[in-house]
């Protein structure tokens, strides 16, 4: 039998993982979210989605979702934040 690294493994249930936003690599998780802010971590891959999901957020207020700033993370993560105005 082949060793399997930690790392692999933890990947491979990072990716398959079946609750979307609970990993960057499974799409945007959300992590503030009211009526004026909506703040998300997310992949690179995952700013568009991030971008459409601060769009909706702000629409439910009646609002349109302004972007105020990325930060990047070490690794694949970064976290972005709107404005709803």
Do not use: D
């Amino acid at each position: 039998m082949k060793y399997v690294s930690s790392s692999f493994i933890v990947l491979l249930l990072a990716i398959s993982t079946p609750s979307y936003g609970k990993s960057v690599l499974t799409g945007p998780q959300v992590l503030v979210e009211n009526e004026t802010t909506f703040t998300v971590k997310h992949s690179k891959l995952g700013k568009n989605k991030a971008n459409e999901l601060a769009i909706i957020h702000c629409g439910n207020f009646g609002k349109s979702a302004q972007f105020v700033e990325t930060v990047r993370q070490l690794g694949i993560a970064s976290i972005s934040t709107w404005n709803c105005q």
